[in-house]
């Protein structure tokens, strides 16, 4: 049987995103491309696990907001905030199977800028034009709201400051833009977060097992 992709070469290879078999070659060309490959495939997972391996270091010219300085001891005080987005951003990607790496980057990007914007006295928002990523924009937004009420509800005031917010935006949008692949329908940032933040986690006492981009 050939491949119903290529129409050349044999199908021997299974896809789960298209419930047939097809060839090898057209399996790593257009894997996350034109195929929607499911998170759970076997060649995905060796392909992410590859990837991950050889990752070459991004030039200072990739890096998101470049100037700005994210340590780690920032991140360990702040990561019930961390964990938290990253579970509003998986919480939503189970409503949304359509999200993506590229939707997650846009709402996480956007909502930097506010808060860039925000910490200087200046409020201004430019949405994201893709439902998917407006959807997320919102959610992470709704959640450090009711996450300052909390702290002011325990403490009678919020310590978090929208230069905080931002500061954590930067590096998960550092983080992003370091384990996504790039690839149109790529979800190998989605997917690192699912591996460090299991459904049954719980964000304020989990400690930190990212690493710090």
Same mark, same amino acid.
């Not at 290879?13 to 060309?29: D, F, T």
């Not at 329908?185 to 989990?206: G, I």
């Given at each position: 049987?050939?491949?119903?992709?290529?129409?050349?070469? @044999?199908?021997?290879?299974?896809?789960?995103?298209?419930?047939?078999?097809?060839?090898?070659?057209?399996?790593?060309?257009?894997?996350?491309?034109?195929? $929607?490959? #499911?998170? $759970?495939?076997? %060649? @995905?997972?060796?392909?992410?696990? %590859?990837?991950?391996?050889?990752?070459? #270091?991004?030039?200072?010219?990739?890096?998101?907001?470049?100037?700005?300085?994210?340590?780690?001891?920032?991140?360990?005080?702040?990561?019930?905030?961390?964990?938290?987005?990253?579970?509003?951003?998986?919480?939503?990607?189970?409503?949304?199977?359509?999200?993506?790496?590229?939707?997650?980057?846009?709402?996480?990007?956007?909502?930097?800028? /506010?808060?860039? /914007?925000?910490?200087?006295?200046? %409020? %201004?928002?430019?949405? #994201?034009?893709?439902?998917?990523?407006?959807?997320?924009?919102?959610?992470?937004?709704?959640?450090?709201?009711?996450?300052?009420?909390?702290?002011?509800?325990?403490?009678?005031? /919020?310590?978090?400051? $929208?230069?905080?917010?931002?500061?954590?935006?930067?590096?998960?949008?550092?983080?992003?833009?370091?384990?996504?692949?790039?690839?149109?329908?790529?979800?190998?940032?989605? $997917?690192? @977060?699912?591996?460090?933040?299991?459904?049954?986690?719980? #964000?304020?006492?989990?400690?930190?097992?990212?690493?710090?981009?």
């Amino acid at each position: 049987m050939s491949c119903p992709i290529c129409r050349k070469r @044999l199908a021997k290879r299974y896809c789960p995103a298209k419930s047939e078999k097809i060839c090898a070659v057209c399996c790593g060309e257009q894997r996350e491309i034109t195929i $929607d490959c #499911p998170a $759970d495939c076997s %060649y @995905l997972i060796a392909a992410h696990r %590859y990837e991950s391996e050889h990752r070459k #270091p991004s030039s200072s010219d990739e890096v998101p907001y470049r100037d700005v300085f994210v340590g780690t001891d920032f991140v360990y005080e702040h990561w019930p905030v961390v964990a938290g987005i990253c579970e509003t951003i998986l919480n939503l990607r189970r409503e949304h199977r359509d999200l993506r790496d590229s939707d997650a980057l846009a709402a996480i990007e956007a909502l930097a800028e /506010t808060y860039r /914007t925000l910490s200087t006295g200046i %409020y %201004y928002e430019r949405l #994201p034009e893709i439902a998917a990523a407006r959807a997320l924009y919102d959610a992470m937004g709704q959640f450090l709201q009711e996450f300052r009420k909390s702290e002011s509800a325990r403490t009678r005031f /919020t310590t978090l400051k $929208d230069s905080d917010i931002f500061h954590v935006l930067v590096f998960l949008l550092r983080l992003g833009k370091q384990e996504t692949n790039a690839r149109p329908r790529s979800r190998a940032f989605l $997917d690192f @977060l699912r591996q460090q933040f299991p459904l049954s986690a719980q #964000p304020e006492k989990d400690a930190p097992r990212i690493i710090v981009p």
